[in-house]
């Protein structure tokens, strides 16, 4: 019989994770994060790791695929699949219920789509052949394999283009898919446009005054380069580039908050997408707890055909 699988996204700062938490609490769930940048240690403030969010009723909602790894070390969507479906394993025979929770459409379509990925063999004198060609020469290569990238700075890095070029062009491979033996009950968190944007501004200004700053500063003292900080993007790039001088406080502040709103409405380009492609998205405000529970129960209770 499949297995069930609670999907919780929407758009950054529209309270994901306090929703799915009331959920996970309700329903004996854990929660596995669908957010690409949470999988780094010490990265904290800027991707929003708000620990006492999972504090419920005097408890604490086990969460997984969050501080893995350092931030210099790479971590992509075949790591992302693998991990979750060993998580996704474990979950499901500890007899809990598994949500995944995020906004990195790229994670959250894999999962439901269940893609098929191929690891690539990276073989040594096609990657030196690639680190020798020019950006133009390399960025055409890539975009002939991946016309529409689902993350728009992959054409912008090196690496993430030689990664996926070596991906599409290996003959030999190990196929990793997502676990098909589950069905999905997908929850999508909206809030109104200028809500939204009120949230983003506030909650900007909160992780100013908590020390995302700082964050950046220590993470540069410790000695990841400010290049590999930049391109995880938004609070990132900005502070590093106002730490480096390119950038004064005022204009980091603004080029930060706009930068925010853009990716919010990538975020609802890339779930507007998946509908299209036939997945169902539940859409309610994150006030709406009881309509998703009622919604769980009938999914949970729902004999399989």
Do not use: C
């Not at 789509?113 to 950006?135: G, M, V």
């Not at 990716?263 to 779930?271: D, E, P, S, V």
């Not at 299209?276 to 769980?296: H, P, Q, S, Y």
């Amino acid at each position: 019989m499949p297995r069930r699988l609670v999907t919780i996204l929407g758009p950054t700062a529209v309270g994901k994770t306090i929703f799915a938490v009331k959920l996970a609490d309700a329903f004996d769930g854990e929660i596995i994060s669908a957010d690409s940048r949470q999988v780094y240690k010490r990265m904290d403030i800027g991707t929003g790791k708000d620990v006492s969010d999972y504090s419920i009723n005097g408890k604490t909602i086990s969460s997984h695929l969050i501080d893995l790894i350092e931030p210099a070390d790479e971590y992509n969507l075949f790591s992302f699949v693998k991990d979750f479906n060993q998580t996704f394993e474990d979950i499901s025979k500890r007899n809990k219920l598994p949500f995944l929770v995020g906004g990195t459409g790229m994670y959250l379509n894999a999962v439901l789509n269940k893609y098929e990925l191929k690891k690539a063999d990276f073989h040594p004198k096609r990657k030196e052949e690639l680190e020798k060609l020019s950006d133009k020469e390399l960025r055409k290569i890539f975009l002939s394999y991946e016309p529409n990238p689902h993350d728009t700075t992959d054409v912008l890095y090196r690496k993430r283009m030689i990664a996926s070029v070596l991906i599409h062009e290996s003959p030999e491979h190990a196929n990793l898919t997502i676990a098909e033996n589950f069905n999905s009950l997908v929850i999508g968190v909206m809030e109104d446009r200028s809500e939204i944007k009120k949230r983003i501004t506030a909650r900007l200004k909160k992780r100013l005054k908590e020390g995302m700053i700082e964050e950046v500063k220590r993470l540069l003292d410790e000695g990841v380069p400010a290049e590999r900080l930049k391109r995880f993007g938004l609070e990132y790039r900005f502070v590093t580039e106002h730490l480096s001088g390119e950038l004064n406080y005022n204009d980091m502040y603004q080029k930060l908050n706009s930068a925010i709103h853009k990716f919010a409405k990538r975020q609802m380009t890339w779930f507007r997408k998946m509908e299209r492609e036939g997945i169902e998205i539940n859409w309610m405000k994150n006030d709406e707890i009881r309509k998703a529970e009622k919604l769980i129960d009938v999914f949970l209770n729902k004999k399989d055909e």
